[in-house]
Structure formats: C-alpha cells, structure tokens
C-alpha cells in the first residue's frame, strides 16, 4: 500500500512546481535585490553631495546608516520610497545623526547635486529640522554608482529615459559591513529600530519579508510587484501533500491488534 500511495504522491509533488523550480542553474537577476550581507562595502569610492562636496563613503559612514537607492525623475517607486523613509523615522525613537544616519544615493548620472539639493528639501519636510542634515544626498559617476550598486547587489535596468528598479533599504555598519535588507515602499519604526542595533552590533541578519520573493514577481512594465499565484498554490499543494503523505503512512503501519 505504502508503495502505491508514494507512486500516486510523488508525481503531484512535480506537477504542483513551476517549471523554472526544476533549473539548477543561478537565475541572473535583471531588476531586484541580491542580497550580499556581510560583505563590506567599497568605502573608497566618491561621490557629490547636494552642497557639490567631494566625499567618500568612508568619511560619511561612521555609524549605523540607512542607504537608499533612487533617481530624481523617477515617475513611480522613489517618491513613495522617500516618503515611507520619512514617515518611518519621524516616528523613530532614536536620535538620527547620533545613533544612525541616512544615506541616498542616486543611480542616474544626469542628476546632479543641484537636483538634489532640491530633492532633499522636498522630502525632510516630515522630520525634525535639526536631522535635516543628517540626511545625504548623493550623485557620481557612472563608474561609482556601478560599483556601489553592484556591491550592495541593487539590480536596475534602463527602459527609455527611465529605470526598472525595486525598493527598499539596506543599513551599513559603521564598519560598511551590509547588515540587513528592507524590502517595500514603507516600514516599521520597530523594524528599522532592530535592523540599526544590530548593525551596531555588526550583525548580519536576513529578512522575514525575503519570502515574498517567492509569492511576488517584479513587472518592469508596469513597474508594479504581481502575485505569483502558481507558485503560492504549487507550494500549498506540497504541503498538503506531504501531510496527507504522512497520515496515510502512519495509519498503515498500525496493526490491528489480534484478539
């Protein structure tokens, strides 16, 4: 019995996966996040902030940081991303410029510090005027934002005059070791509190919201997340399988007992 419940089972568990499951070669990642926590960043590499000051990483990060990447004439996720980093630290108790900072960095070489300057001032509207400055803007060179991108594995793509890209944040110790990934457009005082102390800390830690991954894929089109739903009912029936699987074999291996 045991031996015909598995030939029925185990032909479902195949038919319930995507085909692209069964690949065993690494998936290149066109638009999306690869995540390199623990690696440290090149803290070398130079860049202009919004007053057209020659900087380094290095000399910016000494604390735990909060970095972001957008374009200034972005028509879809970087406002919303700006906002959300917003809201979520006006709402942070912790003191920004002391504790943590914020960085942003933009990926597209005609920004210039001129714009964001301008960008900046929209957006630290929400939050104290004092950590205003502990906001960075910064521009570069296409070589640098290469390099910085590449680094931190935030993978966007040119579509006419603009960009397929996700959204998140990634925090850096002050070591420039990436401790953490934020996926969305919004996130929890509480999430970004324990993603600062444990950079602090330099602990690397993955996030829970990596799951989404599975169930949501990016449409650089409509530059929107789609729900994968053969992929969420493929892995349900797995496990309903394998449950079912168990059950059945548990119940066939009981004896009745001889009277």
């Known amino acids: 019995m045991n031996r015909l419940?598995?030939?029925?089972?185990?032909?479902?568990?195949?038919l319930s996966l995507p085909a692209q499951e069964f690949s065993t070669a690494k998936i290149e990642i066109e638009v999306g996040f690869e995540e390199k926590l623990g690696n440290i960043i090149p803290l070398q590499l130079q860049f202009l902030n919004e007053n057209n000051d020659t900087v380094t990483l290095g000399e910016l990060i000494d604390k735990p940081t909060i970095l972001s990447f957008v374009y200034f004439d972005c028509p879809g996720l970087c406002s919303p991303l700006m906002d959300g980093i917003a809201e979520a630290i006006s709402k942070l108790d912790m003191k920004l410029g002391e504790e943590y900072q914020l960085i942003t960095i933009s990926f597209n070489t005609t920004d210039t510090p001129e714009k964001a300057k301008i960008k900046k001032e929209n957006f630290v509207q929400n939050i104290k005027g004092e950590d205003r400055e502990h906001w960075i803007y910064l521009t570069g060179w296409q070589e640098?934002?290469?390099?910085?991108?590449?680094a931190l594995g935030f993978r966007y793509k040119p579509q006419g005059l603009d960009f397929?890209?996700?959204?998140?944040v990634m925090?850096?110790?002050?070591?420039?070791?990436?401790?953490?990934?934020?996926?969305?457009?919004?996130?929890?005082?509480?999430?970004?509190?324990?993603?600062?102390?444990?950079s602090q800390?330099?602990?690397?830690?993955?996030?829970?919201?990596?799951?989404?991954?599975?169930?949501?894929?990016?449409?650089p089109v409509g530059r929107t997340y789609t729900l994968q739903i053969t992929r969420i009912i493929g892995g349900l029936t797995i496990f309903i399988a394998v449950i079912v699987f168990i059950i059945l074999l548990v119940r066939g291996r009981k004896k009745p007992v001889k009277q």
């Open 201 to 219: 800390k330099e602990i690397s830690r993955p996030t829970i919201n990596k799951v989404l991954e599975l169930c949501f894929s990016y449409d």
């Open 164 to 168: 397929a890209h996700p959204s998140g």
């Open 5 to 14: 419940l598995f030939s029925l089972l185990f032909p479902l568990l195949f």
């Open 144 to 150: 640098n934002i290469d390099a910085i991108t590449d």
């Open 171 to 198: 925090i850096i110790s002050p070591s420039g070791k990436i401790t953490r990934y934020l996926y969305g457009l919004t996130f929890l005082p509480f999430d970004l509190k324990m993603a600062i102390i444990e």
